[in-house]
């Protein structure tokens, strides 16, 4: 503990901020671009933070868009300041049109199940062979844990699993059954920590 940190120190006081040109605006990620290969809550919400502060957010979607799009204003507010264009990954067309976005984006964020980026030629190593600047998301459901690949991870089977559900049905006035949390927990806080993380890695970068 404590074996890096006056390098880390060092580091930071001497970090001088880029300051955006006047006709760039001031909002903090101005000027980058994300590709968001993301689907459904939790993915989409890391390029929304992004999109907040300012960075130029492409949603890539399949020829059958994204499945939460029935959802109506809850997935415009997931999606809120994106753009959105439609690709079909399944396709070498589709994949060379990625790699061409790709080329001169400065983030991409993805949450496939282990492998599936990979089969669609939009995984870390495809794309950061294409672009070695790359700042790379990936954010699979149960992480890199193949043994869990095939699960599905919506927030209230997480929920389960984390025992979240127990524990908000311990409650006296509750009782012994487990009782799901109505609010996303998962779905909220894994992409606050995603976008600190791609925020993280373009400071790295710089």
């Known amino acids: 503990l404590g074996q890096h940190s006056a390098d880390v120190i060092a580091e930071w006081n001497s970090y001088e901020p880029v300051q955006p040109a006047p006709d760039e ?3 903090p990620l101005a000027g980058l671009k994300v590709i968001d290969l993301a689907g459904f809550i939790a993915g989409p919400v890391v390029s929304r933070h992004l999109a907040m502060l300012g960075a130029d957010v492409v949603k890539v979607e399949p020829p059958t868009g994204d499945p939460f799009r029935a959802i109506g204003a809850m997935f415009v507010s997931w999606n809120q300041g994106k753009r959105s264009v439609v690709l079909d990954l ?9 790699h061409e976005m790709a080329a001169d984006a400065d983030v991409v964020v993805e949450t496939f199940r282990p492998g599936v980026s990979a ?4 995984d870390q190593e495809t794309l950061r062979a294409i672009n070695p600047d790359l700042v790379f998301l990936s954010s699979p459901g149960y992480g890199v844990d193949d043994s869990m ?6 927030d209230p089977l997480v929920q389960a699993l984390g025992g979240f559900m127990a524990t908000q049905g311990g409650w006296p006035d509750a009782g012994p059954e487990p009782v799901f949390l109505s609010v996303p927990v998962h779905d909220v806080t894994t992409p606050t920590v995603g976008a600190f993380g791609v925020v993280l890695g373009l400071l790295h970068r710089l």
């Open 25 to 27: 605006g001031t909002a």
């Open 90 to 98: 399944t396709t070498p067309e589709g994949q060379a049109e990625l």
């Open 119 to 122: 089969r669609l030629g939009c």
């Open 149 to 154: 690949a095939d699960r599905p991870a919506f």
